[in-house]
């Protein structure tokens, strides 16, 4: 071939609506009824094969948690270490592969989910991690398929970074090189396009991946595996291990050649990874790449003169959409006084007509938490803020973990503004409102700033520009992901590159070329093409 071909700028894949009589939903429901009836075996995929261990692990429904979707091998230490050696063994190779050839494994990739496949991922996470139709066509369809687009034109946009100037008989250029070893990506339940990004993401640069799907959702890890495999992935480039985080995890952060860790998850496992890798710094060939998405306390901010109507639509969408566990998802509102009685009348007589069950019924907003550890930890601040002389529920409340992981959307006003669900993170259907008094509007902002110690997402509802410039100056570092009249919720690739600081991670923005850099190693490269004879220098001539 002479030349390389470009890569399309890409547009973001079209949101399918399920309208009633539609075609995508009559595909989206004979594949539910498929993946119920059935109960298949995952294996781990390590070097290109399927290995099986005989330790295994149940994917359920968490709407229905005694049904199980499948069961799927675990790894121990053995497959750990064989997945490593696959991984460095396929480096070379697939570093030297030309940059259009891995591209288009990954375009194919993105075109089989769009189409083919779509169903099928969208019903594996549905049934997987009970997100509706609604969660599931922006998550495992559309925002998988941008990712996989975007990056890959994002890296060519790197590749063409060159220096400007090269002096007369010189020739100065930059080759952008996979790190010096293996990348471990961690990736969490919650999305399954976070769940495959985090692993193609250092594979669109050249490196080999040992990837860890969370053990809640290798059910919808696995689809998107097989799709890369449809697609034409090298043996060994993205080795999937399934297990726990000690029998996995520990062994790979020990390893000499681990050269980066592509992370989402919570603050704390993060912060454990940071300081072992800390620790054991001087065993590895290089400083390890460490990129990492985590928690978030993310708020609303409701100036006095903001559209109220609006803010209630924001906080039910932002808090309660995919149960509230987003990264992203409102967790705190601060509202003026003067507005809350109204506020809080809308969002209870709006909430008393959201409907919650399994995902199967497509008239349900609200389905179920991941699982009983969830559950249980959701309830207990429910709990709390029902026996707490500093808050009260003001709508919900309620707990149901018979069938399946049932929490109802639930307000907490919180009466002092340091209250605990005010400042954690909880991971679930649950907002807290605090009423700041509207003549004290500044201390309200420093309230907000500085009560969580996330900074992920946040918003602000006001309608005259110049308290929407104040309020945003004096939550500038608060979020990493800011919103102006809209909920904090939903970013989308090559749109709003997503990402946080403080606790809420390394903020190095997916969806964009930032993240992307940190996968590549530069190597600057001079050529001289008449070098010099002798060594001496004009200024050394006689006069």
Not at 180 to 208: C, K
Not at 384 to 406: L, Q
Not at 411 to 420: G, R, T
Not at 520 to 541: D, L
Request: glycine share 8%; hydrophobic share 40%.
């Amino acid at each position: 071939m002479n030349g390389k071909p470009n890569i399309p700028h890409p547009i973001n894949e079209p949101v399918l609506q399920y309208a009633p009589g539609s075609a995508e939903k009559r595909a989206l429901k004979e594949k539910l009824k498929q993946f119920r009836s059935e109960k298949a075996e995952i294996p781990l995929y390590i070097g290109g094969k399927e290995i099986t261990t005989g330790k295994f692990g149940e994917a359920v429904c968490p709407h229905e948690h005694r049904h199980v979707l499948a069961k799927y091998h675990k790894a121990g230490a053995a497959e750990t270490a064989q997945a490593v050696n696959a991984a460095l063994k396929a480096r070379r190779e697939w570093a030297a592969m030309p940059f259009h050839a891995r591209a288009s494994i990954f375009l194919k990739a993105a075109e089989l989910i769009s189409t083919s496949l779509r169903a099928s991922m969208n019903a594996a996470t549905m049934l997987n991690l009970s997100k509706n139709a609604f969660q599931a066509e922006i998550d495992s369809a559309c925002e998988l398929v941008d990712f996989l687009r975007f990056n890959v034109y994002y890296a060519e946009q790197i590749y063409a970074q060159q220096p400007l100037v090269s002096a007369k008989g010189i020739w100065n250029y930059v080759e952008q090189r996979p790190l010096d070893g293996f990348i471990f990506a961690v990736t969490p339940f919650n999305f399954t396009a976070i769940s495959a990004n985090l692993p193609t993401a250092p594979a669109i640069m050249g490196n080999t991946v040992v990837w860890k799907p969370a053990s809640a959702a290798v059910f919808s890890g696995w689809q998107a595996m097989q799709a890369l495999r449809a697609a034409g992935l090298p043996d060994g480039v993205i080795n999937m291990v399934t297990g726990s985080g000690a029998e996995v995890g520990d062994p790979i952060l020990s390893h000499p050649d681990l050269a980066g860790v592509h992370f989402t998850g919570s603050t704390k496992v993060f912060q454990s990874m940071w300081s072992k890798i800390g620790r054991d710094v001087a065993k590895y060939r290089n400083y390890p790449r460490l990129v990492g998405e985590t928690g978030g306390k993310d708020f609303i901010f409701i100036h006095p003169d903001a559209d109220m109507r609006a803010a209630a639509i924001a906080i039910i969408r932002g808090s309660f959409e995919y149960q509230g566990q987003k990264c992203s998802a409102a967790s705190r509102v601060y509202a003026p006084k003067s507005a809350w009685p109204k506020l809080r009348e809308m969002l209870c007589d709006e909430i008393k007509t959201v409907k919650m069950g399994g995902v199967e019924d497509f008239r349900n907003l609200i389905n179920a938490v991941i699982d009983k550890a969830s559950f249980d930890n959701i309830k207990s601040y429910i709990d709390d803020a029902k026996n707490s002389p500093d808050a009260k529920i003001v709508c919900g409340g309620a707990c149901d973990d018979s069938k399946g992981y049932f929490v109802q959307p639930t307000v907490i006003e919180a009466l002092a503004p340091h209250y605990k669900s005010m400042a954690e993170e909880i991971f679930g259907p649950v907002v807290s409102v605090y009423a700041y008094e509207d003549s004290k509007l500044d201390e309200a902002l420093a309230l907000c700033d500085t009560t969580s110690p996330y900074s992920l997402t946040g918003a602000v509802f006001a309608t005259d520009r110049r308290n929407i410039e104040k309020i945003s100056a004096a939550l500038w570092q608060a979020s990493g992901n800011f919103y102006i009249n809209d909920k904090p919720t939903g970013a989308v690739v090559g749109q709003q590159p997503f990402g946080g600081a403080r606790a809420s991670g390394t903020n190095d923005k997916a969806g964009s070329m930032l993240n992307l850099l940190r996968w590549v190693s530069p190597r600057a490269v001079k050529e001289t093409f008449a070098p010099p004879h002798e060594y001496g220098y004009p200024f050394m001539a006689e006069e």
